[in-house]
C-alpha cells in the first residue's frame, strides 16, 4: 500500500484560537480564555475550534462493539424514503446501533451517579459503626423522616408502649439495608415506593421496575454486547429500568444521607464566579462530585490550625472555592462560593492564583494537568478510580476512617505551595451574588402559607395562574455551544413567562454568575405573576436544589405537589418540564430517562445523539409519552426551547382546566403595566 510522506519541510499549521466573546457569556471567563491565549496554554474553548465532532458519532449511528466494525450507517442524503435498508456487518439496524450507544450512555450515568451513592452509604455505615470520628449524623430528623423507605422503625415496644428507637441503632439498620439496594438478589427497590402511586403502579405494570442498582448497569452492557437486545423498545425499556434505579434510588439515597451526615441545606448567601479567589489568600480549588472529600476539606480550611499555617507563610488566610458539582455541594451545606462550571475548570488554574485544585470523580478535565504546568498549581487527586498519568499530579488517596487527615495533608501543600506563585497574578473582578441551598424542605417552608408542612400554597399560585407552571432546568456546559448563554438564556425567557425554575448542577453555577439567583431578580425578568409570588415570599425565581444527584430533590419536590393536590393525580398531571440547556455528559442522558419515565416532558439542548435513527428516535419524542406521560424533545434555539416547555405547560393546565385562571392574570391592568415596565 502506498503510504503518503509527510512533507517534514512545511511548518505545522498553528492551531485556531477561540474567540473569547464567541465562547462564552461570562466576562472573567473571556479574559482568562484571552489570557491563557496570550501565555500559550490552550483551553477547551480553543480546542473546541479545533476539533469538530463526528458526523456520524453525533448522530448516534456508529457501532464500535465489536471488531468487525466500526460500522457507520449514515442517513441517505435526502432522507430515508421507504424502506431503511441500512445495517452493520452483523444487520444492526441503525435503530439498534442507536439505542444501543444511547442505553451506554444510560448505563455510565446510573453507575457515576449511583457508585457516588454507594461511596457515600459506606461512609455513613462507618459512621454508624463508629469506625470514624470525622464524619457523623449532622441531622438526626432527617434520618427519622426517610426511615420508612427502607421499613426501619423508629420506635420500639418497651412495656406494651412505644419509645423512640436508639438513632445508633436506627442508622445501623438503614445503612446496612441502603447498601442491599445496590446488590440485592431478590426483590425490587424500596426506595420508587416515594413516587406518587399511580406512577408506582405504571412501573409495576410495564414490568420496568428495578431490581437493584447494579444489576440494571450490568444487563444494559450485557444487552448491548454484540448479539444480544436488537430491539430498540426493548433495549429503552431497560434504559428505563436503569435510570430509575439511578433517580429514584442511586442518586436519591446518595442525596438523603449527604444531608443526613453533613446537614440538610437551608437557604443561605453566598456568591459565584472566579472573582471569589483572593489574591492575598491561600486559594484552594475543589472539584468533582462526592461531599465525603469536599465537606473534610471545608472543616480541615475552617481549623485554627489551618488558618494559623496560612498565616505564617504570609497568607491572610484561606480561601475555598468549588468547581462543578462539589461546589454545588460545599455551597448548600456551607455557603462556600463557587469559582464557576464546568467550562471553567481550566481558567481558574489561568488567574496564577490557584494554590491547589483538589479533584476526585467526574467531569474533571484531563487537560488541567497540562494547564497546572504552566502555572504554580498543585493538581492533588484524590479518588483511586480517577488517576491521572502526567507526572505533575500528585495523588493523597483519601479515606473516610482518616479523613481529617488526609484533609489537612492536602491543605498544608496547598498552603507551602502560596509562595511558588508567579509575580502576575490575575483574578477577574467579576462574582455574584446568589441566595443557593434550597430543598424539598426548604421551599415547602417558604412556600408552604401559614400551615407549613404543605405544597398546597404552591399548587395555589399555579391553579390561579400567577405562577404558569415550573421547570426543572439542570446540566452541564457544552464547548460546542457559547458558554452559559444557553442555561441564561432559556431561563430568563421561562422566568418572563412566569414559569418557577428548580436548578442543579452546572447550570445552576451559571444562573448563579449571572445573577438569577436573588429575590432582586423578580422585578428584573419575571412576568408579573411570578415577580408578585416571588416578592412576597421573598425567593428568587430560580431555586438552587444543589448538585446533579440532587436532582432527586426535583423528583420528590414533584412528588409533594401532587400530594398536595389540584394539579392532578401524577406527575405527568402537573404543568412542569425538565430541560438540561447545555448538557454533554452521560449522566444528563441517565437524568433526562429518568424524568421521561417518571412522566415529566424533557427537553435537551445542542443535540440528542439520535437524530441518524428516526424511528428509534420518534420512539423516545413520542412514543413513551403513552407509557409513561413524559417524553424526550430537542431545541437547540433556547427560546424555541423555551416556548417548547411554556406550550406544554400551557396544554397541561387546559387539561387540569386552570388555563381560563391565567387567562385572568393575565388580563389584569397592573399586571400589564409590570410587564411594559
Ligand atoms: O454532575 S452538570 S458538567 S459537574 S455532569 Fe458534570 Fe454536567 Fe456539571 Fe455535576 Ni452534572
Redesign the pocket.
Known sequence: MAVEKKDSTKPAKAPKLADPIAASIDVASQQMIRRAQDLGVDTVFDRAVNMKPCNIGIQGICCKNCAMGPCRLPLPKGGIEGEDTRKGLCGATANTIAARNFARMVAAGVA??SDHGRAVAEVFLSVARKETEDYRIKDPGKLLAIAHTLDVATTVEVDGEQVDRDIDEIALEFAEKALNEWGKAEGTLEYLKRAPKPLYDKWVKNGVLPRNIDREVVEIMHRTHMGVDQDYKNLVKQCTRASLADGWAGSMIATDLQDVMFGTPSPLQSEANIGIMKEDHVNVIVH??EPVLSEMIVAASQSQEMIDYAKSKGAKGIQLGG????A?EILQRHGVPPAG??LQQELVIVTGACDAMVVDV??VFQNLANVAKCFHTKLITTHPIARMEQDNVIHIEFDEHHAMEDAKRILKMAIDNFENRGTEVVIPPQKATQIAGFGVESIEYHLGGTFRGSYYTLNDNIINGRIRGGAGV????NARSQHNNECVTLIKELIKNDVVVLT????A?ACATEGLLTPETAAVYCGPGLAEVCETVGIPPVLHLG???DNSRILLALTEMVKAGGLGNDISDLPAAGSAPE???E??IA?GHYFVSSGVYTVFGGILQTTGAPVFQDYLFKEMEKIYGGKWDMHTDPIKHAHAIIDHIDKKRKALGIDKARERVLMDMASRQALEA
Not at 468547581?323 to 462539589?326: G, K, L, P, Q, V
Not at 439542570?474 to 456546559?477: D, P, S
Open positions: 457515576a451517579h468533582g462530585h468547581i462543578c458539582c462539589t454545588n462550571n464546568f467526574q467531569c439542570v446540566g452541564c456546559n442543579t448542577g452546572c447550570n453555577i448538585s446533579c444527584v448538557w454533554m455528559s449522566k444528563a437524568i
